[in-house]
C-alpha cells in the first residue's frame, strides 16, 4: 500500500470515528490536545501523523490505537 493511499484510510478511519460519536473537529482537537489544523489535514490525508499524535486521538476518540490502523486490504 502506497504512503498515500494509507494516509487517506487512515484520515477516513478518524473522521468515521469522529463523526460517529458526533464529535465536531474541535472538539476532538480539544480533547486530544492538539490544534484543529492537524485533526483538518491528517482526516485529508495530506500530512503523515506522529504516532504520539495518533495516540492521542485514538484516547479522545475512546478507541484503541490498533482500531484506527487496522484496514482491510
Do not use: P
Amino acid at each position: 500500500m502506497e504512503d498515500t493511499e494509507l494516509l487517506l484510510k487512515l484520515g477516513n478511519k478518524i473522521r468515521y470515528e469522529r463523526v460517529r460519536r458526533h464529535l465536531s473537529q474541535e472538539k476532538l482537537a480539544e480533547l486530544a490536545n492538539i490544534n484543529m489544523r492537524s485533526v483538518s489535514t491528517i482526516e485529508c490525508g495530506t500530512t503523515d501523523v506522529k504516532f504520539t499524535t495518533l495516540n492521542k486521538i485514538a484516547d479522545a476518540l475512546g478507541v484503541e490505537l490498533k482500531n484506527l490502523v487496522e484496514f482491510k486490504l
